[in-house]
């Protein structure tokens, strides 16, 4: 390797990066440096607000206007970028430096074909004539292993799954081989199969082009993964800097070990034998089909769920677990009625619901509660969250006193001051809105709990807490929970029993012990083997 080669393609020296005035605090990012070699992955990890984004952002030149950096520079092959004219950061972008974003789908023309898309990349920044282009968009296309090329080139994103959007977000990132390339939590959004082909493409792809890979995340499962190096940040400041090996096994500050011991292991707990309490939820032969139809077209008929067997008694969680058009969210929908099953039954207790019309549903409604996965959208921004608290018991006849006198008693339960009930959801963190979307459900004294996703949004720290308040909950109100994930880790820690989901069926399902560490199915093996980190156990450190 020549001498240009051993020079690192990004180097972050002293940056600082100001807030606006009246901020919480004034700076986004404070002093921070680090560097990135060629053929490295460096991985940026923090929670939420530590300024993992305001520095890709910055490195990008796509700074909000209302962020201002102040001090420090950022140097690409030596270039500092933040001297830089507006012109001459369009001419580096896609050419020494490119972005994959977190959702593509937001991040993609949904009107031009993805070919028009990566096209535009080359017709902005080559010489290349229109047949030469498109030849080079099919070469990389092949490379990011997409399937037939040519149909990719002309379908729009809406028709591509989430996993191929993400690899024409790469393919466009990569088409004019970039010295970096910066992830912006690019897995966030995918299954655990797909999130796995993803981290593999990118870190073949670094590795034969020998490109820089600027890589943020709050998941350490990924970090353990594809990381060479690992720099934590809090608060805008650099808390730690070192190899993976180091900061995973042998992290020197206080933050950086309850952020790793905060990790939920991949190993179940050891439960108590099934209990004896009565039955809260059974399904027999639960099914739901959608038909579409159109002129001069077959109809298409999907069948989201098929013969799904469940039950759960009183104080028992089960998780059902799978990829994204698994039937997850289907069975959960149709178990709260909020979509009407198309055959089988639902048992709440002793009442079969699953054909049961609205009038007589209604006095049911609230024996069965959801969570939501974001919280800020499950919730009015126009009511205090007291309001929002009230707002069910008082639909079902209770007083306005006496349920605010119940929602103060729940707040309390959900570990949130009750004086704050007068204030409005933006006026709280996610972790803080979705303990207000806990206490929403119990205000409805259910006897079934479904938590669909409602940690998976977090931050590693913050889904620690909710995850054990949602235990001790369901131990203290012998409550029963049907908690749906795509994340593995945190079904092995909060679930008595797991049903495994594929094309709408169950494909296995037991206590979770057995289904963890003896699978039978292939597609449970699989989903198990695809796990990013899962043969890295994090573990707990003295503060």
């Not at 901020?23 to 992955?41: C, L, M, Q, W, Y």
């Not at 996965?373 to 006496?402: A, C, H, K, W």
């Not at 006897?447 to 940690?455: F, S």
């Amino acid at each position: 390797m020549s001498g240009d080669a051993q020079k690192p393609v990004l180097e972050v020296r002293d940056l600082t990066v100001d807030l606006p005035s009246g901020a919480d605090r004034p700076h986004a990012v404070e002093k921070v440096s680090f560097t990135v070699n060629p053929g490295e992955i460096v991985c940026l990890v923090g929670e939420s607000g530590s300024g993992k984004s305001v520095i890709a952002f910055t490195v990008m030149g796509l700074l909000a206007k209302a962020l201002k950096p102040t001090a420090g520079q950022i140097l690409l092959q030596g270039e500092d970028v933040l001297q830089a004219s507006e012109a001459r950061l369009r001419e580096l972008r896609c050419t020494r430096m490119s972005m994959i974003f977190q959702e593509p789908m937001t991040a993609l023309n949904p009107v031009m074909t993805c070919g028009e898309q990566i096209d535009e990349v080359l017709a902005t920044h080559t010489q290349l004539d229109a047949s030469a282009r498109r030849a080079k968009i099919l070469a990389i296309l092949e490379r990011v292993k997409l399937p037939e090329p040519e149909r990719i080139y002309a379908s729009y994103p809406h028709q591509l799954s989430g996993g191929q959007r993400q690899r024409i977000m790469i393919a466009m990132a990569l088409v004019l081989d970039p010295v970096l390339l910066i992830a912006d939590e690019p897995t966030t959004a995918l299954d655990v199969t797909t999130q796995a082909e993803i981290l593999k493409l990118i870190a073949e792809l670094q590795g034969t082009q020998g490109t820089g890979v600027l890589f943020i995340t709050h998941d350490f499962g990924v970090v353990a993964e594809i990381a060479h190096r690992v720099a934590v940040l809090r608060w805008g400041q650099l808390v730690e800097f070192g190899t993976t090996e180091q900061i995973l096994s042998r992290p020197q500050e206080g933050y950086t070990k309850m952020l790793i011991s905060s990790v939920p292991s991949i190993h179940p707990r050891h439960r108590e034998e099934r209990r004896e309490g009565k039955t809260v939820l059974r399904t027999s032969k639960l099914g739901k089909t959608y038909s579409s139809s159109a002129f001069f077209q077959a109809t298409r008929v999907v069948k989201a769920a098929v013969d799904v067997d469940i039950d759960i008694r009183a104080g028992e969680t089960l998780g059902i677990v799978g990829e994204s058009g698994s039937g997850k969210s289907t069975v959960a929908r149709c178990i709260a009625r909020l979509i009407d099953p198309t055959e089988g039954k639902i048992y709440l207790g002793d009442t079969e619901i699953a054909a049961m019309p609205p009038r007589q549903l209604r006095p049911h409604r609230r024996r069965v509660q959801i969570v939501f996965q974001d919280p800020y959208r499950s919730m009015n921004p126009r009511m205090t969250v007291g309001d929002t608290i009230i707002e069910g018991p008082m639909n079902f006849g209770l007083g306005r006193e006496e349920a605010l006198k119940r929602a103060r008693i729940l707040m309390e339960t959900v570990r949130l001051d009750p004086n704050s009930l007068d204030r409005y959801p933006h006026q709280f963190s996610g972790g803080q809105r979705q303990r207000i979307c806990i206490a929403r459900a119990l205000a409805m004294e259910p006897d079934l709990l479904i938590a669909d996703e409602a940690v998976s949004a977090l931050d590693v720290s913050v889904q620690k807490q909710v995850l054990e308040l949602l235990d001790e909950i369901r131990q203290r109100l012998n409550l029963a929970v049907l908690f749906i994930t795509h994340d593995l880790r945190v079904a092995a820690q909060i679930c008595d029993f797991v049903a495994v989901m594929s094309k709408g069926r169950v494909v296995e399902y037991g206590p979770a012990t057995q289904v963890f560490e003896n699978p039978q199915d292939d597609y449970t093996k699989a989903l198990f083997a695809a796990a990013p980190g899962r043969h890295w156990e994090f573990g707990s450190f003295a503060a």
